[in-house]
C-alpha cells in the first residue's frame, strides 16, 4: 500500500512539473484548464497500460515506451507540444509504404516513392519498408495533412533537394537523417496530383518551411546542408522543433524571412529539447519579429553564438544549458543584429532558469516583465536545467525495432 501511494505521489509530482503544453495567445485560466487536461490525459493513458518511461520529455513519455508502436504509429500525433502541438499530420489516413527510393521524374513520380506519397490530396501516414536513402532530383514539395515517419527502418534524404512545406498545413516529420542537402530548382515539380509548376533555384534547406502552419519536425538528425537545416518564413506559424540531434553546420535554422517582410510578426516557433551539437556555427536560431520559445535544448556547440535575431523579436528562453566554446571571444549565448544598442535595448529578450557554463553569458533586453509579449512566446512549462541531459539524451533519430519499445 505505502508503495502504490508512493508512485501515485511521484506521478502527481511528475505530471505537474512535467513540461505541459498551453495554447499561444490565451489567458491564464485557459492555461491552468490544458494543465489540468494534460494531467487528467498522463491518467488516462497509465490506466489503459500505456505507461510513462518517466524520462520528463513529455512527448517521448507519451509513446516510447509502447512495445506496440508499430501498431499504434499515428498515436504519435496526439504527442505533440508546443505551438506546432496541433499539427495532425496524416492522422486517420491510410498508411502509405514507401517501396522505392528513386525519384527519377518530379513531374510524374511512381507510386511506391516518398514523392508520389506526399503530393496527394487525402491524409497519408508514410512509412517505409526497408532502410533506404534517398537522393532528390529536386525538392520535395509536401501537400497538406501528411506525416513522414522513418520509425523502424533507418532513412536518409541526403545528397539532393530536401524538403519544403510551402503555404500547407499539418505537416509532421519524424525520424529521418537529412544531410547534404542542395540546392535544386529550374525545373518543373509536381505539388499534387492535379498541379505541377516551374521552381526556381531553391537555397538548399534539409527543412524549408515557407508560409506553412501547423509543423511538427520530431527526432531528425541534421546536418551539412547547403543553407539552413530548418527554415521558417514568409508567415508561417504554429511550429514546433523537437528533439533533433545537429551537427555540422553553420547557418543552423532561420525563423523569419527578412527585417522587412513584417508579415512574420505573427510567427510563433517552439524549440525544445533539442541537442545543438558538434560543428555548429550559429543561428539557433536566428529570430525575426515574432515569438519564440526556446526550451529545455542542450547547447554543446557554437563558434559564434547561439541564439540571435533583428527586427525587434520576443525571444524567451528558459531552462537551457549552454556550454560555451573555449574560445574568449565566443562566450555570448546571444547576438543581437543588425541594429544599434539602443535599438536592441528594447527588444524583449529574456533568459530564465538558463544553465551558463564555461564562462556562457545571455544578454537579456527589453522591459522589466513585459509580460503580455513573453506570454504569446510561452508554450509550455519548463523542466529545470539540471535535468536537460535526460531530456535530451535521445534526441535525433531513434533506434526502433519491432516488438520492444522505441
Known amino acids: 500500500m505505502t508503495t502504490t501511494l508512493s508512485s501515485l505521489f511521484f506521478l502527481f509530482s511528475f505530471l505537474t512539473f512535467s513540461l505541459i503544453s498551453s495554447s499561444p495567445l490565451q489567458d491564464p485560466h485557459l492555461v491552468t484548464q490544458e494543465v489540468n487536461r494534460k494531467i487528467n490525459g498522463s491518467l488516462a493513458r497509465r490506466n489503459l497500460g500505456y505507461l510513462s518511461c518517466g524520462s520528463g520529455n513529455p512527448i517521448d513519455d507519451c509513446w516510447r515506451c509502447d512495445k506496440n508502436w508499430e501498431q499504434n504509429r499515428q498515436r504519435l500525433a496526439d504527442c505533440a507540444i508546443g505551438f506546432g502541438k496541433n499539427a495532425i499530420g496524416g492522422k486517420n489516413g491510410k498508411i502509405y509504404v514507401v517501396t522505392d527510393s528513386g525519384d527519377d521524374d518530379p513531374v510524374n513520380p511512381r507510386p511506391g516513392t516518398i514523392r508520389y506519397a506526399v503530393i496527394q ?12 536513402v534517398i537522393q532528390l532530383k529536386e525538392e520535395l514539395i509536401m501537400n497538406s495533412f501528411k506525416t513522414i515517419d522513418g520509425r523502424g ?94 551537427t555540422h553546420h553553420d547557418k543552423v535554422m532561420l525563423l ?4 522587412t517582410y513584417t508579415q512574420d ?24 519579429h515574432g515569438y519564440f520559445h526556446v526550451v529545455n535544448n542542450d547547447y554543446t556547440h557554437w563558434e559564434m553564438y547561439a541564439i540571435g535575431g533583428s527586427a525587434n523579436p520576443t525571444i524567451n528562453s528558459q531552462g537551457n544549458r549552454f556550454v560555451a566554446p573555449d574560445d574568449r571571444f565566443s562566450k555570448e549565448v546571444t547576438k543581437h543584429e543588425d541594429a544599434p544598442e539602443d535599438e536592441w535595448k528594447g527588444w524583449n529578450w529574456r533568459s530564465e532558469g ?6 556562457a553569458f545571455f544578454t537579456a533586453s527589453g522591459a522589466e516583465g513585459a509580460s503580455s509579449s513573453y506570454a504569446r512566446a510561452s508554450s509550455l512549462s519548463a523542466r529545470p536545467s539540471s535535468l536537460v541531459g535526460t531530456i535530451t539524451t535521445g534526441a535525433g533519430v531513434l533506434t526502433c525495432r519491432k516488438g520492444s519499445s522505441c
Open 265 to 288: 510578426k505573427n510567427m510563433q516557433v517552439t524549440i525544445a529539447f533539442n541537442h545543438f551539437g558538434e560543428g555548429l556555427v550559429q543561428r539557433m536560431p536566428r529570430c525575426r
Open 121 to 132: 490530396d487525402e491524409p497519408l501516414w508514410i512509412i517505409f519498408a526497408r532502410d533506404m
Open 153 to 246: 527502418a533507418s532513412v536518409h534524404i541526403a545528397g539532393g533537394p530536401c524538403i519544403t512545406i510551402q503555404y500547407v498545413t499539418n505537416v509532421i516529420i519524424h525520424g529521418i537523417h537529412i544531410h547534404d542537402c542542395k540546392q535544386g530548382g529550374n525545373a518543373m515539380v509536381r505539388d499534387s496530383p492535379r498541379h505541377y509548376g516551374w521552381r526556381t533555384v531553391s537555397d538548399g534547406d534539409g527543412v524549408s518551411i515557407f508560409g506553412g502552419s501547423h509543423v511538427w519536425v520530431d527526432h531528425c538528425s541534421l546536418s551539412n546542408c547547403n543553407d539552413g537545416l530548418i527554415d521558417a518564413i514568409h508567415g508561417s506559424t504554429a511550429i514546433t522543433i523537437s528533439n533533433n540531434y545537429m
Open 256 to 259: 523569419g524571412h527578412s527585417d
Open 354 to 359: 538558463d544553465l551558463l557554463v564555461n564562462g
